[in-house]
């Protein structure tokens, strides 16, 4: 199954840690993109890569998040310093190109 | 910015009901309009897409959509539903403006659909 793979599928940080999420996209897709779905919401945009590029961050925090998306490797979600707010459900897709986006499983990220 | 209005938080139907979901968006350029389902402990997966042609577009397992341009509307439809459809459903929009490439999504509607 060549489908997009995120891990963990479920994480718990403390206060002040720092929580890494990763996602590989579905072979020869080279669109990454980021998602967070909070209790009771729609998933909201975060930020969309491509290889070794941030195209699109206009729905990430301002701080303590970060993304990249290097030439080898997943995708890594990063969030510095985690607050009870932070919990929530990450999701990634990937894509050739254009919309069609397909998702992974999620991460289900719960601060204490 | 685009938005997306799904009106109905959670139906309840039994099988064999009719449904359909509204899906509404706001945005004056050209769209790209998606349906996705959330099965209980599953990821997205896309239902249906509509990129140009026929505004009528028909998905997987027996669903489908149609676009209204005048109404900023791309409804979900399906004559018949199963107690198998129960689960979260979300509309999806997608613009292609400059680099943009994101999809901005409804707030979903959870279908209960009762055997």
């Known amino acids: 199954n060549a489908g997009v793979m995120q891990n963990p599928r479920h994480l718990v940080r403390r206060r002040g840690q720092e929580a890494r999420l990763r996602c590989s996209p579905m072979?020869?897709?080279?669109?990454v993109y980021w998602y967070r779905q909070l209790p009771e919401e729609g998933l909201k945009f975060m930020v969309y890569?491509?290889?070794?590029?941030?195209?699109?961050e206009s729905g990430m925090p301002k701080e303590r998040f970060s993304a990249e998306f290097p030439k080898e490797g997943p995708s890594i979600l990063r969030i510095q310093q985690v607050v009870r707010g932070d919990s929530a459900a990450y999701f990634c897709?990937?894509?050739?190109?254009?919309?069609?986006?397909?998702f992974g499983p999620g991460t289900r990220l719960t601060v204490l | 910015a685009q938005s997306v209005s799904q009106h109905n938080h959670h139906v309840i139907l039994s099988e064999a009901a009719s449904l359909e979901l509204g899906c509404n968006y706001s945005?004056?350029?050209?769209?790209?309009l998606f349906w996705y389902v959330q099965y209980p402990g599953q990821h997205l997966q896309l239902l249906l897409k509509?990129?140009?042609?026929?505004?009528l577009v028909k998905g997987i397992k027996g669903f489908e959509a149609e676009f209204i341009k005048s109404k900023f509307s791309f409804n979900l439809r399906k004559p018949s539903v199963q107690w198998s459809d129960t689960a979260e459903y979300f509309c999806a929009v997608g613009v292609s403006s400059g680099s943009a490439r994101q999809l901005t999504f409804g707030s979903g509607t959870q279908l209960t659909v009762l055997p």
């Open positions: 890569l491509q290889k070794e590029n941030i195209i699109d």
């Open positions: 509509y990129f140009s042609g026929d505004p």
């Open positions: 072979k020869g897709h080279s669109h």
């Open positions: 897709a990937s894509s050739r190109q254009g919309n069609e986006q397909f």
């Open positions: 945005y004056g350029g050209t769209v790209n």
